[in-house]
């Protein structure tokens, strides 16, 4: 998997947690809840999201490092097998 | 002879359920008493007749289903000439009285309780009664409060039969929006209205709980994670334990105390406004427990799927603000409960911890309760109760 | 065309003059000295004495003698200083002027137009300041007129001329020095008709005259703050134009009336009466005026300011109509 797939799958699962997050307008570098109304229920949900999309554990004190999209999909990349090589 | 109809509640309002009655066959009516109580979507909503008379006969039977503008009841006119019905009681109502059919027209003619007369611009009850809307049920945003045009057209929504108002998805939205507005106005000002408060606050150390709670997510898999508003509430439900006062209702001029702890949790919706669905039995329910209920509160009410039976009976509300950054809540009573508990967002603070400066994180808890029901003395021991409580947080 | 109101009346004057040998001008001081507001000034060089008269200081006399006039085929403008001053030739104009067509059975008309100088706020004090077109209003056989706009000063005289009955022209004292400019195209003026100065929906506000540019300034205010008024110059304050005001009223469902006259007994009372009787089920909200306050009009620059309707009062006022407490 590459990373515009894992971008591609994140995006859509925190859209499914925050519908009204216009992708277009989302800046992937500042984390979201700067940017939305998006708080520590909508953020689990994002993460228990991708915990299970990606079949991984995200811990607790990774958090910090899916705050933002961009970095949601560095952790992402990096975390999953494989997929780290082909970047 | 009036007949007694399903009101559209909002405009994307296409039907109801009818749950219960509060009048019978025979009883006096009032122009603007509460006389039945359906389920919507947006929760359960007790209607109002918008006519003097006689209840004559039932035709909706709880728990039927029927669309906007069904014929729930008819309604013999001629109304009381003194005295106020008050059918929420009079379901077991000894005013079984009617009065003669033939009463003179004349003493239907009454002045509306308070005396004073609504403020409904010309215009705005004109258009009314074109959208076969009651102007008396909306909240005026005019001059003086008045009616005007534009609150009719609002709350008559897409919905009004009517060709006039566009009914686009978004006006819709706007209008399920200012719904919302208008139930929630409804209710802060007859809190600020009737409940005298009184206020206290605490900051709480909330470092020995974040601890607990990291620990046990760290061996925890994701779904089963917990998010510290559970601490929060358990201890809510916990203090009350010890002061029962904050926890129940103020009606008929009297607190009545419960015993069994129901939560309203304020979820801010993203479309603006706010849902308080209610966690039920929180002082019985284990973190684990609560958290898997919450979850599941939180993101039915945020996706408009919650059942109108969960947004009652909550004895107590907590609201957290802490998220949006907020230090104190001052937070207003949800009329008829007799306490709300506000949370700040948690900010670290240097304090001395065995006589050494330490930096600790803190959150503030305030309290708005009913001086009606309880004095600041109580309230200062609930929440210290719901501090102590926090120290210990692997006992909640 | 950059002009002043008073040269556009002054070009008006000249016109009327020029193309109409039974035109003629005549008031205090409106001759040599060229008339109180200078606006007739340099007439009588070119016009003669003959026909740009200065009179006695009697009111009475020279109002009644253009009333002579007017019944013998003349056409003739009579400048009275100021409307507070008229009220010594009240006898001429109400008596006389406007009842001699019904009362001679219409075999007589009087063609007399009168100028008056009307309002405050040039520190002129309470005998000089009021604005009294509302008494002239109530009275039937006359018609009233108010310019608002240099093309109307410089448009009005002409159609007054032309009418067969008296007509009073209003011309408020604080507009004279006003510059601007006049579109040159005369046909835009009406003396019937009121004028919509500036369209909007939310609000009407109703003036006319020297209250017309303050009116239009609060709706430019108001419409930084959301509130799209319209502005409706009434021009003619007798007959008064229903069919424009309640027009705007329909469209906006809110009316703001604004009067530099005293409140009590107001043309704003009568322009807010018939609105609500034709169209009270199109409001939505109270109406309300601006007035002047109900003292004579002070000297004191701060005190005069402060009894006349002015731009901050008329956007607070719409502001309250329009359920926005301020």
Redo the contacts between chains.
């Keep these: 998997m590459n990373r515009e797939e894992i971008r591609a799958l994140a995006l859509k699962k925190l859209l499914q947690v925050?519908?009204?997050i216009n992708p277009g307008e989302l800046d992937p570098k500042t984390p979201i809840?700067d940017q939305y109304?998006f708080?520590?229920?909508d953020f689990?949900?994002f993460?228990?999201a991708l915990?299970?999309e990606f079949q991984m554990?995200?811990?607790?004190?990774d958090y910090v490092a899916i705050q933002s999209l961009d970095g949601a999909v560095e952790y992402l990349a990096q975390h999953i097998e494989g997929s780290a090589e082909e970047n | 002879m009036s007949e007694f109809r399903l009101p559209s509640l909002g405009a994307d309002m296409k039907d109801a359920t009818l749950r219960e009655w509060f009048v019978e066959p025979g009883d006096t009516v009032t122009k603007g008493d509460s006389i039945a109580a359906v389920e919507t979507d947006k929760g359960i909503i007790d209607i109002e007749v918008f006519e003097s008379g006689t209840v004559k006969e039932i035709l909706v039977q709880p728990d039927e289903k029927v669309p906007v503008g069904t014929v729930l009841a008819t309604i013999r006119s001629g109304g009381k000439t003194q005295g106020h019905a008050e059918p929420r009681k009079a379901g077991v109502s000894e005013d079984k009285q009617a009065p003669p059919e033939d009463m003179p027209r004349a003493l239907n003619i009454q002045p509306p309780p308070g005396g004073e007369r609504k403020r409904i611009s010309p215009a705005a009850r004109k258009r009314a009664r074109e959208l076969s809307v009651d102007p008396e049920n909306i909240v005026g945003t005019g001059p003086g409060g008045a009616v005007t045009l534009e609150d009719v057209a609002s709350s008559a929504g897409p919905a009004a039969p009517t060709g006039t108002v566009a009914g686009t998805a978004e006006k819709q939205a706007e209008a399920a929006a200012s719904s919302m507005r208008r139930a929630i106005a409804a209710a802060v000002v007859r809190s600020n209205r009737e409940i005298p408060h009184y206020y206290l606050s605490t900051s709480i150390d909330l470092t020995p709980a974040l601890t607990w709670l990291?620990q046990q997510?760290?061996e925890r898999?994701?779904?089963l994670?917990l998010?510290?508003?559970i601490l929060l509430l358990k201890a809510v439900a916990g203090a009350l334990q010890k002061v029962p006062e904050m926890n129940g209702f103020f009606m008929d001029d009297a607190a009545q105390v419960k015993d069994d702890v129901h939560v309203g949790v304020a979820i801010?919706l993203?479309?603006g406004g706010l849902l308080v669905p209610t966690l039920r039995d929180v002082h019985r329910k284990n973190p684990d427990e609560l958290m898997a209920e919450f979850?599941d509160l939180?993101?039915r009410a945020r996706s408009g799927h919650l059942r109108g039976s969960e947004l009652q009976d909550a004895t107590i509300t907590v609201t957290s603000l802490g998220?949006q950054g907020v230090d104190t809540v001052f937070p207003i009573i949800y009329p008829p409960q007799l306490a709300i508990v506000g949370f700040g967002s948690i900010v670290e603070r240097v304090r001395p911890v065995n006589r050494a400066p330490q930096v600790r994180r803190v959150i503030n808890a305030s309290l708005a309760a009913d001086h009606r029901a309880s004095d600041g003395h109580r309230g200062a021991l609930f929440l210290a109760e719901i501090d102590r409580l926090l120290q210990e947080p692997e006992r909640l | 065309m950059k002009t002043t109101y008073r040269e556009a009346m002054r070009s008006a004057l000249q016109e009327a003059l020029q193309q109409d040998e039974r035109v003629f001008l005549m008031g205090e001081d409106v001759g040599r000295y060229g008339g109180c507001y200078a606006v007739s000034k340099g007439l009588q060089e070119e016009f003669g004495e003959e026909r740009i008269r200065d009179t006695p200081l009697s009111e009475s006399a020279f109002v009644g003698a253009g009333i002579g006039a007017a019944l013998g085929g003349m056409r003739p403008i009579v400048e009275v200083m100021t409307v507070n001053f008229s009220l010594l030739c009240l006898d001429q104009i109400v008596n006389n002027a406007a009842t001699l067509r019904h009362m001679s059975g219409g075999q007589f008309s009087v063609p007399v137009v009168l100028r008056m100088t009307t309002g405050a706020g040039r520190q002129l004090a309470a005998q000089h300041s009021h604005s009294l077109e509302c008494w002239y209003a109530h009275v039937p056989g006359l018609r009233v007129i108010a310019p608002g706009t240099l093309e109307d000063m410089r448009g009005m005289l002409r159609l007054a001329l032309e009418d067969p009955d008296p007509v009073i022209i209003f011309e408020h004292n604080a507009l004279y020095n006003r510059e601007g400019e006049l579109a040159e195209d005369s046909s835009i003026t009406d003396i019937r008709r009121a004028a919509v100065r500036r369209n909007g929906s939310d609000v009407s506000l109703i003036c006319y005259g020297g209250n017309l540019h303050k009116t239009l300034d609060a709706a430019e205010q108001l419409a930084e703050g959301g509130i799209d008024a319209e502005v409706v110059d009434l021009r003619s304050l007798r007959p008064l134009d229903d069919e424009t005001i309640l027009a705007s009223v329909r469209k906006t469902h809110r009316a703001v009336l604004i009067d530099e006259g005293w409140r009590s007994g107001s043309l704003a009372g009568e322009i807010g009466m018939r609105i609500a009787e034709q169209a009270f089920y199109d409001l939505d909200a109270p109406l309300a005026r601006v007035c002047s306050a109900e003292v004579p009009i002070p000297y004191a620059a701060h005190l005069e300011h402060a009894a006349l309707p002015q731009v901050d009062t008329i956007v607070e006022k719409v502001r309250e109509v329009m359920g926005q407490n301020v």
């Design positions: 925050a519908p009204d809840r109304d708080d520590s229920m689990l949900n993460t228990i915990g299970r554990d995200i811990p607790e004190k | 990291e997510n760290a898999p994701l779904p994670r998010v510290y508003a801010s993203r479309s979850s939180v993101n998220e």
